[in-house]
């Protein structure tokens, strides 16, 4: 069983829509944090989180510390969108991290 | 943000030669480098970790002697893939970050394609 959970796997949404992608992990973190990668490969942090919610343009992340879980929504969901979003964790502050499967993310015109 | 780069972007080889690939952080000081591979339609696998001016850590199955990593400054490390097999195509990736700090930055990755 993996340490880093996300579901659903693959997501196909129509431009403009409201997407979550959830993150379950199964022991305490020092930190969650949410990645992006479009097709050519690059990895883009996205967001750091240990509590509460961050929000950068229309992309929020939220944590819930007691359930040890996460999401990350985006509204108004558009093409450019689309990548495999991943959820990674730190289980000590500054060490190495465990990732989540990834979410395949197509948002269709 | 910190910037991390990678070089080169891809390269290609012929089997049983040996390929090195670079990860700089640009503007901090990166004490700690990783070193990840991943598999088309996989997640990142972490192979090692590096801290400057030691040795590097290695994963459970990964090889010390195969994938050879340098972190001799604070703003470069270096994994050489030796005698390079198909098998060892891949997409590598590296993050950093400084001493303390959570925030991991991670480089491009550098496509691999062994013939």
């Known amino acids: 069983k993996n340490e880093v959970e996300q579901s659903p796997q693959n997501l196909t949404a129509q431009e403009g829509e409201f997407i979550t992608i959830n993150c379950s992990y199964s022991v305490g973190i020092s930190a969650l944090h949410w990645l992006q990668q479009h097709p050519g490969g690059g990895i883009v942090s996205l967001f750091m989180?240990?509590?509460g919610k961050k929000k950068h343009g229309r992309l929020i992340a939220t944590i819930n510390i007691q359930e040890k879980h996460s999401s990350l929504h985006i509204t108004a969901s558009h093409p450019r969108d689309s990548a495999v979003y991943i959820c990674a964790v730190g289980f000590t502050s500054g060490s190495r991290l465990t990732f989540g499967e990834g979410t395949q993310l197509t948002v269709n015109p | 943000g910190a910037v991390v780069s990678q070089h080169p972007s891809r390269v290609i080889c012929k089997s049983g030669t040996s390929v090195k690939i670079e990860c700089r952080s640009l503007d901090f000081q990166a004490t700690t480098m990783f070193w990840y591979r991943q598999f088309p339609k996989q997640s990142l696998m972490l192979m090692a970790t590096?801290?400057?001016?030691?040795?590097?850590?290695?994963e459970q199955g990964v090889e010390k002697d195969k994938f050879l990593i340098n972190h001799a400054s604070l703003t470069l490390s270096t994994l050489t893939v030796t005698s390079a097999h198909p098998e060892d195509s891949s997409f590598y990736i590296c993050?950093?970050?400084?001493?303390?700090?959570?925030?991991?930055?991670f480089g491009p990755g550098t496509r691999l394609l062994v013939l």
């Open positions: 989180l240990s509590s």
């Open positions: 993050s950093a970050n400084s001493m303390g700090q959570e925030t991991q930055y």
């Open positions: 590096s801290n400057e001016g030691s040795k590097a850590t290695y």
